[in-house]
């Protein structure tokens, strides 16, 4: 189980002020030196925390693996090709939602995804798809030839706790479902120190994308504190 530490909300609390700190590249490297195995970022078409002088710098500083969240679209392919991120995870976006809203419909949208893909590999970039638990979407995305698909624990984060052994329930089956298909399988959204343990347990799940309650936690206790009790979490399977 690998923890990728998504620093977005580091750059919201930079861009509440249109400062110059903190620093998202700093961030980063905190979290690999803490164990981080991997920096995500969402490069938003608003440019609403992440702006492409973030992008292009971590891609000279992450270690580790660059992973780039971007919605579909030419303006963001043409992004990927030049700064070359490890990995590009497809998300769905829109213009005035908080965060993303659920996983990105690859059955809808599967004839634009596929050039996408295809554009993305030919810049030799690794494609993940961010999808909602459904078998459905896992084998359209292998159709489509992503490399790894992301499960969306957004409505297992949000449920009430007596609720949530059935969220999990959805997210076993679409992991051995993906892992079936040669997926390599990825979670996260909503994700805590709370709740992340049933999902870390996963063990088709190969890595985590986290990033909301680690910036909270590191504002109190520090960055690489944050990231170290969460490595520990997300490494204890059982």
């Known amino acids: 189980m690998r923890l990728a530490v998504n620093i977005d909300h580091i750059a919201t609390i930079r861009e ?8 998202p590249v700093a961030a980063a490297v905190l979290a690999e030196l803490a164990g981080a195995e991997g920096i995500t970022v969402h490069l938003r078409g608003d440019r609403r925390h992440i702006k492409d ?10 270690s580790t693996k660059l992973n780039v969240e971007m919605a579909a679209t030419p303006e963001m392919v043409r992004i990927a ?5 490890d990995q590009v995870t497809l998300v769905p976006e829109r213009p005035q939602e908080l965060t993303t809203e659920g996983g990105l419909d690859v ?7 596929a050039d996408v893909i295809r554009k993305l590999h030919e810049a030799r970039i690794r494609v993940s798809i961010f999808i909602d638990p459904d078998p459905r979407q896992v084998r359209k995305a292998r159709e489509l030839d992503a490399d790894a698909v992301e499960i969306n624990t957004g409505a297992y984060s949000s449920a009430p706790v007596m609720q949530r052994p059935g969220h999990v329930k959805r997210v076993v089956t679409v992991a051995r479902v993906a892992a079936r298909q040669g997926l390599e399988v990825l979670a996260g959204h909503g994700l805590t120190y709370v ?7 996963i063990p088709e799940i190969a890595e985590l994308n986290i990033g909301h309650s680690i910036v909270s936690r590191a504002a109190l206790v520090g960055m690489e504190r944050a990231v170290r009790e969460m490595v520990a979490l997300v490494k204890k399977r059982s």
């Open 81 to 85: 090709g030049e700064v070359k991120p």
């Open 107 to 113: 059955i809808g949208h599967g004839m634009d995804l």
């Open 16 to 23: 509440a002020r249109r400062a110059r700190e903190p620093e």
């Open 195 to 201: 709740n992340v343990r049933p999902i870390a347990a």
């Open 53 to 62: 002088r973030d992008v292009e710098l971590l891609r000279q500083v992450v």
